[in-house]
Protein backbone atom coordinates (compact mmCIF):
# COMPACT_ATOMS: atom_id res chain seq x y z
CA UNK A 1 0.00 0.00 0.00
CA UNK A 2 1.21 3.40 -0.69
CA UNK A 3 0.84 6.42 1.03
CA UNK A 4 0.58 10.18 0.29
CA UNK A 5 2.01 12.38 2.80
CA UNK A 6 1.39 15.73 2.43
CA UNK A 7 1.75 19.02 5.20
CA UNK A 8 2.10 22.72 5.84
CA UNK A 9 -0.32 23.44 2.26
CA UNK A 10 -1.04 26.84 4.03
CA UNK A 11 -3.64 27.53 1.07
CA UNK A 12 -1.96 26.58 -1.62
CA UNK A 13 -2.18 23.19 -3.67
CA UNK A 14 0.94 22.48 -6.06
CA UNK A 15 0.11 21.08 -9.23
CA UNK A 16 2.69 19.45 -8.76
CA UNK A 17 1.76 17.78 -5.48
CA UNK A 18 -1.30 16.56 -7.11
CA UNK A 19 0.95 14.91 -9.71
CA UNK A 20 3.02 13.28 -6.95
CA UNK A 21 0.25 11.92 -5.13
CA UNK A 22 -1.44 10.26 -7.85
CA UNK A 23 -1.59 6.43 -7.60
CA UNK A 24 -1.69 6.73 -3.55
CA UNK A 25 -4.64 5.12 -1.94
CA UNK A 26 -4.74 7.37 0.79
CA UNK A 27 -3.47 10.93 1.41
CA UNK A 28 -2.23 12.20 5.06
CA UNK A 29 -2.65 15.92 5.70
CA UNK A 30 -0.55 16.80 9.00
CA UNK A 31 -1.99 19.95 9.18
CA UNK A 32 -1.53 23.78 8.26
CA UNK A 33 -4.28 22.96 5.60
CA UNK A 34 -5.33 26.52 4.77
CA UNK A 35 -8.44 26.34 3.14
CA UNK A 36 -11.03 23.84 2.65
CA UNK A 37 -10.31 23.63 -1.19
CA UNK A 38 -7.00 22.10 -0.57
CA UNK A 39 -8.88 19.20 1.13
CA UNK A 40 -11.66 19.21 -2.04
CA UNK A 41 -8.63 19.28 -4.44
CA UNK A 42 -6.38 16.40 -2.22
CA UNK A 43 -9.85 14.27 -2.19
CA UNK A 44 -10.52 13.86 -6.34
CA UNK A 45 -7.04 11.81 -5.96
CA UNK A 46 -7.37 9.69 -3.20
CA UNK A 47 -9.64 9.61 0.46
CA UNK A 48 -8.19 12.12 2.45
CA UNK A 49 -6.89 11.71 6.25
CA UNK A 50 -6.09 15.17 7.62
CA UNK A 51 -5.52 16.68 10.92
CA UNK A 52 -5.88 20.17 11.60
CA UNK A 53 -2.97 22.58 12.14
CA UNK A 54 -1.88 25.66 14.44
CA UNK A 55 -2.42 28.07 11.57
CA UNK A 56 -5.93 26.12 10.16
CA UNK A 57 -9.35 28.29 11.60
CA UNK A 58 -12.47 29.07 10.73
CA UNK A 59 -15.77 26.85 10.38
CA UNK A 60 -14.37 24.23 8.66
CA UNK A 61 -12.18 23.23 10.44
CA UNK A 62 -14.43 22.25 13.15
CA UNK A 63 -14.57 18.72 11.91
CA UNK A 64 -10.79 18.26 12.03
CA UNK A 65 -9.17 16.29 14.46
CA UNK A 66 -6.11 17.25 16.06
CA UNK A 67 -4.55 13.51 16.00
CA UNK A 68 -5.46 10.96 14.49
CA UNK A 69 -4.24 7.01 15.11
CA UNK A 70 -5.12 5.17 12.01
CA UNK A 71 -4.35 1.46 10.66
CA UNK A 72 -2.59 0.20 7.47
CA UNK A 73 -1.92 -3.16 7.12
CA UNK A 74 -1.03 -3.97 10.88
CA UNK A 75 0.71 -0.67 11.16
CA UNK A 76 0.08 1.73 13.54
CA UNK A 77 0.32 5.16 12.31
CA UNK A 78 0.15 8.23 14.43
CA UNK A 79 -0.65 11.89 12.82
CA UNK A 80 -0.64 15.08 14.26
CA UNK A 81 0.58 18.26 13.18
CA UNK A 82 3.21 18.94 15.82
CA UNK A 83 5.59 16.06 16.88
CA UNK A 84 6.71 18.04 20.49
CA UNK A 85 3.42 17.46 21.20
CA UNK A 86 3.68 14.14 21.17
CA UNK A 87 5.31 12.38 24.14
CA UNK A 88 7.04 9.34 22.52
CA UNK A 89 7.97 8.33 25.73
CA UNK A 90 4.85 6.71 26.93
CA UNK A 91 3.59 6.18 23.40
CA UNK A 92 5.89 4.54 21.62
CA UNK A 93 5.57 1.53 22.19
CA UNK A 94 1.80 1.27 20.85
CA UNK A 95 2.50 3.43 17.20
CA UNK A 96 4.70 2.34 14.37
CA UNK A 97 4.73 5.38 12.61
CA UNK A 98 4.66 9.24 13.37
CA UNK A 99 3.14 11.64 10.38
CA UNK A 100 3.60 15.29 11.69
CA UNK A 101 4.61 18.53 9.51
CA UNK A 102 4.64 21.70 11.57
CA UNK A 103 8.38 23.13 10.99
CA UNK A 104 8.44 22.74 7.21
CA UNK A 105 11.69 20.77 7.22
CA UNK A 106 11.58 17.00 5.50
CA UNK A 107 12.79 14.42 7.66
CA UNK A 108 12.22 10.63 8.13
CA UNK A 109 14.04 9.22 11.57
CA UNK A 110 14.32 6.22 12.90
CA UNK A 111 13.49 6.07 17.21
CA UNK A 112 13.63 2.84 18.77
CA UNK A 113 10.42 0.98 17.07
CA UNK A 114 8.73 4.17 15.90
CA UNK A 115 9.33 5.77 12.02
CA UNK A 116 8.76 9.50 12.22
CA UNK A 117 8.22 11.38 9.14
CA UNK A 118 7.51 15.25 8.20
CA UNK A 119 6.69 15.36 4.98
CA UNK A 120 7.57 18.97 4.74
CA UNK A 121 5.82 21.51 3.18
CA UNK A 122 3.94 21.39 -0.01
CA UNK A 123 2.69 25.29 0.11
CA UNK A 124 4.55 28.50 -0.33
CA UNK A 125 7.84 28.31 0.09
CA UNK A 126 9.59 28.98 3.75
CA UNK A 127 12.93 30.39 4.15
CA UNK A 128 14.94 28.73 1.63
CA UNK A 129 13.32 24.68 3.19
CA UNK A 130 12.26 22.77 0.01
CA UNK A 131 8.78 22.04 -1.32
CA UNK A 132 8.35 18.03 -0.56
CA UNK A 133 5.52 15.82 -0.12
CA UNK A 134 6.08 12.09 1.34
CA UNK A 135 5.36 8.78 0.69
CA UNK A 136 4.27 5.56 3.24
CA UNK A 137 4.76 2.43 1.83
CA UNK A 138 3.34 -0.79 4.03
CA UNK A 139 4.17 -4.23 3.04
CA UNK A 140 4.18 -7.27 5.10
CA UNK A 141 3.54 -5.36 8.08
CA UNK A 142 5.92 -2.89 7.97
CA UNK A 143 6.45 0.82 6.59
CA UNK A 144 9.28 2.74 5.00
CA UNK A 145 9.17 6.25 3.70
CA UNK A 146 10.58 8.40 1.42
CA UNK A 147 10.52 12.13 0.85
CA UNK A 148 9.77 13.87 -2.42
CA UNK A 149 11.31 17.49 -3.71
CA UNK A 150 8.46 18.65 -5.84
CA UNK A 151 10.82 22.10 -6.81
Do not use: C
Not at 15 to 36: F, K, N, R, W
Not at 60 to 78: A, E, I, M, N, S
Amino acid sequence: MRIGLISDTHGLLRPEALHALAGVQVIIHAGDIGTAEVLEGLGRVAPVRAVRGNNDRGAWTRKLPLRLDLQFGGVRVHVLHDIEELGLESAGDRIDVVVAGHSHKPGIVQRDRTLLVNPGSAGPRRFKLPITIGYLTIAQGTASAEIRSLS
